[in-house]
């Protein structure tokens, strides 16, 4: 971890020393989509902690590309890295350098993430309020998984010219054989983003979560915090951590953490 953050830095002031192009929005000011061909890229480490096996802590890596087809459409892939032991793979600290986002479902224990493609469309976009359709699959190459995908209905809410609401219901689904049966889940993200300087937002994330995994059905409660900052026009730096079960035995002892850099191309 403490190699790996040097080198996002250095990454992040490579870029904003290259990045001469106008500014992005303000992030509470920005769409639920990219712009029509622009690219962005996200990198982040994460470092995750949770009881498995009487307490085990993981590192991981996230990998992420999206492109803006029209100033509505949006496509994306992400895969994960993950290193160490199987324990250590198991604790997914990949998803905790997913940084400002928290629906990471689908994926397994290997050291490579099952891919993750997704397409999104704006639906509707107004001056307060964003609605967008969200489709993902992912794709089994890890050992052991199962072809899933998940539906969702994204919001966002612009109120005035400091706050934003990033929010909406994820219903992702895997299709594992009996047992222990087909995975579903219903997720409902809230992202409260407060824009305190030009370049600076910041703003506590929770989320609650309903799962179903054969016979067993589960409620989930996470809360955590994020924070971005926009070092150049088209980079931003990003770091969060969370607690994804604060209502179970788990609690406090399942938690991660992230540090991500997002840099985009033709904006």
Avoid: C
Wanted: charged fraction near 20%.
């Amino acid at each position: 971890m403490r190699k790996a953050i040097p080198w996002f830095l250095a990454l992040g002031t490579t870029l904003a020393a290259t990045s001469e192009a106008n500014a992005a929005p303000r992030y509470v000011d920005r769409a639920i989509t990219l712009p029509r061909l622009v690219f962005a890229g996200d990198a982040g480490v994460g470092i995750g902690h949770r009881r498995l096996f009487d307490g085990v802590t993981g590192v991981g890596f996230n990998l992420e590309g999206a492109i803006g087809i029209t100033d509505t459409v949006e496509l994306g892939l992400r895969t994960g890295v993950r290193v160490g032991s199987f324990r250590q793979r198991a604790v997914g600290a990949d998803a905790y350098g997913r940084t400002l986002w928290t629906e990471t479902w689908g994926v397994n224990a290997d050291g490579i993430a099952n891919p993750e493609f997704r397409i999104r469309w704006a639906a509707y976009s107004g001056s307060v309020a964003e609605v967008g359709l969200d489709g993902r699959v992912f794709l089994p190459i890890e050992d052991g998984s199962r072809f899933g995908m998940m539906f969702g209905v994204p919001l966002a809410f612009h109120i005035g010219s400091i706050v934003r609401i990033d929010t909406g219901v994820y219903l992702p689904i895997v299709f594992y054989p009996d047992p222990p049966g087909t995975f579903t889940a219903i997720s409902i993200p809230g992202y409260f983003w407060f824009q305190v300087s030009e370049k600076l937002w910041l703003g506590p994330m929770a989320g609650l979560r309903f799962v179903d995994v054969g016979d067993e059905h589960r409620g989930h409660l996470l809360l955590g915090f994020g924070l971005g900052y926009q070092v150049a026009s088209a980079v931003d730096l990003k770091t969060q951590i969370f607690f994804p079960q604060v209502n179970t035995g788990e609690g406090a002892r399942a938690w991660g953490a992230g540090f991500g850099v997002q840099f985009r191309i033709g904006e």
